[in-house]
């Protein structure tokens, strides 16, 4: 039997504003509220509205803190009015940011409905579901919450009515302050689903083909440029004993990452003269910036999105490279959109990624500088090494003299933190410095300035 669908959400962190958002919003009537997260907070409590659910659940931090209390009341009551009114339940566990706040409203809200109060373990029976949860006892908690797990407290399970976990925490963190949980003492309980709330990227869709569903619903939308991707709830339909989940996109405002190579786009037009005919460099960005927004348009996946904002990195090589470098630097970046259809995509970050066409190899052969600094990003294309950490310093004091000055700023790869991650993108960018040091200094060489 089909049953009402019910709806989760990750962080939504009421009261806080969106950063990184470029100048260029404003010449579209766009402000920072327009797309904050109290604009897909309204967005979430309309389609949780017109899809009759039986509840809204969050994950924790739904307000941002005990400061943001007061701006996140009025959009909160209103949304808990309106929806129990419609005969919509509205159930939370608290997260460390509002580990004060969620209480409160709990108790000055009617139909507010707080799980796990306190760090005690609670099951709540709803047609569709029971729903077990925790909510954060006190802003800081440094042992699994999941050992105090008793499932001897559970109400006796019934068939094919499924058990969801709902939690707040940090994953497979051995040291962490905000609730350390391991996979394996989630899987060991008898639940159906773990939905989680506090990281922001979304992991729990991913999950879904498991026999037990288990990862972050991820934020309601995007704080800053950093929250790559669609962002929005979860939306569960129940058929039976059939879970039926999906990711539904709310937040007015998306981040994406867009690769645009010049390499790519001289070759797939081979017929073209390229020195007389081929794009500008600020006509091939806006055309790209066009494409990405028609077909997110055209796929119909964010009717609520508003603003698409970019992280635009321009890659390629040749022998006009600093031309094009050139045309690039005169960009004004943060000013820059185009429109599709009332949406607005614009740039956050511009990285340009171009050099000279040179032949590595042949380079590295010789005893010079430039031989020696091929060597070098040869050397740093296999992997990390101590050359790095040189090139480095290296390109620091080149950017001292006025010729150099925009180079990428290097730091140093020492400061960076351990992970993988981090050592990846700092490898990848200091890769780019020497490429462009090499670039320049093999221009130099030739007197071609
Ligand atoms: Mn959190």
């Given amino acids: 039997m089909r049953k009402r669908p019910l709806w989760f959400v990750g962080d939504v962190h009421l009261g806080r504003t969106t950063a990184s958002l470029p100048r260029a919003l404003a010449d579209h009537d766009l402000d920072v509220m327009d797309l904050s997260p109290i604009a897909a907070w309204k967005n979430l409590v309309e389609a949780v509205l017109a899809s009759d659910a039986e509840a809204v659940v969050f994950a924790g931090d739904v307000v941002d803190s005990d400061n943001a209390r007061f701006e996140a009341y009025g959009p909160l009551s209103s949304a808990v009015q309106r929806l129990t009114k419609a005969g919509i339940r509205v159930l939370a566990v608290a997260g460390n940011h509002d580990v004060e706040a969620l209480p409160r409203l709990a108790r000055e809200l009617d139909g507010f409905e707080l799980i796990g ?141 867009l690769v645009i190579d010049l390499d790519l786009l001289c070759t797939s037009e081979p017929t073209r003269d390229r020195d007389a005919h081929a794009p500008d460099v600020t006509t091939t960005i806006t055309r790209a910036m066009r494409d990405r927004l028609a077909a997110i348009t055209a796929s119909g996946e964010a009717p609520e999105l508003r603003a698409l904002v970019l992280r635009v990195s321009v890659q390629g090589h040749g022998d ?90 290097s730091g140093t790869a020492r400061s960076a933190s351990s992970t993988i991650d981090s050592e990846e993108s700092e490898r990848v960018r200091l890769l780019r410095v020497g490429h462009e040091l090499l670039s320049y200094m093999i221009r130099e060489r030739r007197g071609t300035t």
């Avoid at 590595?360 to 500088?369: M, P, Q, S, V």
Wanted: aromatic letters at 6%; one cysteine or more.
């Fill in 117 to 257: 109060a306190d760090g005690v373990w609670e099951e709540r029976e709803l047609d569709a579901c029971s729903i077990v949860g925790w909510s954060f006892p006190r802003a800081r908690v440094r042992s699994n919450p999941v050992d105090e797990f008793d499932p001897s407290l559970l109400a006796p399970a019934r068939e094919s009515k499924p058990r969801l976990g709902l939690l707040h925490c940090d994953l497979d963190a051995t040291v962490s302050d905000h609730a350390p949980v391991s996979s394996a003492s989630l899987l060991a309980q008898p639940v159906d689903a773990w939905l989680l709330g506090h990281v922001h990227a979304p992991s729990f869709i991913a999950s879904t083909s498991r026999r037990v569903p288990l990862g972050y619903l991820g934020s309601l939308s995007p704080l800053h440029r950093g929250e790559i991707g669609a962002r929005g709830a979860v939306r569960l339909d129940l058929d039976g004993s059939r879970l039926a989940w999906r990711h539904v996109e709310l937040a007015p405002v998306r981040f994406e990452s």
């Fill in 320 to 409: 006009e490279f600093a031309d094009v470098r050139a045309a690039l630097e005169a960009l004004d970046a943060e000013g820059a959109s185009v429109v599709h259809e009332n949406r607005v995509a614009c740039i956050c970050e511009l990285t340009r990624n171009v050099r000279a066409a040179y032949d590595l190899d042949a380079l590295a052969r010789g005893t010079d500088a430039v031989a020696m600094l091929a060597r070098e990003v040869r050397a740093l294309e296999s992997g990390m090494t101590e050359a790095a950490v040189e090139l480095a310093e290296y390109s620091d004091r080149l950017r001292l003299d006025s010729r150099f000055r925009s180079l990428p700023r």
